[in-house]
């Protein structure tokens, strides 16, 4: 394929992927684990052994992501926290880990009980405070979240990696490749859980690795583990994932557009306090975030509601269309109340995260117009 093609074109043809045998237009699912030698016992694809390190299944939805990340390399893993374990074993034991705070909470809680298991000095800063605290302390890993869940804190990926000689992780689910193609500001890994935007379905658990440096040390690393300790996605997951990536910018401009409309209507209500949005002009991060995001600024935003807890539960509670439910990125449009999955890390009691799908704005309109009177 002509090396000027854009995402659009990548994702309608998944990277070019057909199956070959049948003349098929879509890839067939190989499901096999291990795979033949002739009678001379050569294999008879040099290239498949046994799936713990060999698919076409997954060589194709890896070539999609690749294309789309303009990327040397990329590797999906079983889930984004699988993703994000294979960075972080990369470390030595006494090495120093700068990680954002506030971000996904699952990476929040899984770093700090790794770290502290294999005496790595983790430092967790907010986004305001990471670019001085790269310089302070002398990271060997800086691990940030662009724009953050929940609270949809924008970093300035290409200042942060100027800042710092550290290995820079960025994850960029909330932006997905479509947005943001974070190797080109300066990340040397990008992450992203594929369970969210990329498959956009709710129906595939995955995670994404990518970069530009193949020979680096730590991405080497991460290669030998993951095959040989055996963090693969399957062949059925892989299949799904380039069936679903093919609407992928699609459905990413869709839910943009209908977030952007959302969280202005959202933030011109009398019931509201506050809206979290990259693309609102009122945000903080809007500027930063109109550097690094194009075509859009995602679906995911939170509101602060007037009141209590119990306001802002019997708004969610009154939702008809967004489903109560966690998550993020999917085609269906989802809320969640975060307080009470995450009571103890501050987030406000007041606030709903919201994921906003492809329906019809105006009947994602008129469901928070009654929930919210
Ligand atoms: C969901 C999520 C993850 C974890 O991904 P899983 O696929 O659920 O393991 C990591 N980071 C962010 C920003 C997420 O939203």
């Avoid at 963090?231 to 994932?241: K, S, T, V, Y």
Wanted: net charge negative; charged share 20%.
């Amino acid at each position: 394929m002509n090396k000027d093609i854009k995402p659009a074109t990548i994702a309608a043809h998944a990277a070019g992927a057909i199956d070959p045998q049948s003349g098929g237009v879509v890839p067939a699912l190989q499901p096999s684990t291990t795979y033949l030698r002739d009678k001379g016992y050569d294999l008879v694809r040099q290239d498949n052994v046994y799936s713990r390190a060999d698919s076409d299944n997954l060589r194709q939805a890896e070539e999609v992501l690749r294309r789309l990340e303009n990327a040397e390399e990329t590797f999906l893993f079983p889930s984004g926290m699988a993703a994000i374990a294979a960075v972080f074993r990369t470390l030595p034991n006494g090495a120093t880990a700068v990680v954002q705070s506030g971000i996904y909470w699952g990476t929040s809680a899984w770093t700090r009980e790794f770290c502290a298991r294999r005496e790595i000095n983790l430092v967790e800063v907010d986004a305001d405070d990471l670019l001085a605290t790269c310089n302070s302390a002398k990271p060997a890993l800086v691990f940030i979240e662009t724009p953050s869940n929940p609270w949809l804190k924008t970093v300035d990926i290409r200042a942060i990696a100027n800042a710092t000689s550290a290995t820079l992780v960025v994850d960029a689910t909330a932006a997905t490749p479509v947005l943001t193609r974070s190797l080109e500001f300066g990340a040397d890994i990008v992450m992203h859980s594929a369970t969210k935007g990329i498959n956009g379905h709710s129906d595939v658990l995955a995670g994404v690795l990518s970069t530009n440096a193949k020979g680096a040390a730590i991405w080497e690393m991460i290669r030998d583990d993951r095959k040989m300790a055996g963090a693969i996605l399957g062949p059925f997951e892989a299949w799904l994932l380039t069936r679903a990536m093919r609407t992928l910018p699609l459905r990413v401009e869709r839910m943009s557009q209908n977030a952007q409309a959302l969280a202005e209507y959202l933030l011109a209500h009398d019931a509201v306090d506050d809206v979290f949005y990259p693309g609102l002009p009122s945000h903080k991060g809007h500027e930063i975030a109109k550097k690094q995001m194009s075509g859009g600024f995602g679906s995911l935003l939170s509101v602060l509601v007037k009141g209590s807890k119990e306001d802002a539960l019997r708004v969610v509670g009154k939702l008809q269309l967004f489903l109560r439910a966690t998550s993020l990125g999917g085609v269906e449009s989802l809320v969640e109340h975060r307080h009470t999955i995450e009571p103890h890390t501050g987030i406000p009691e007041n606030l709903i995260r919201v994921s906003v799908g492809i329906e019809d704005i105006g009947d994602l309109v008129a469901d928070w117009d009654q929930a919210l009177t």
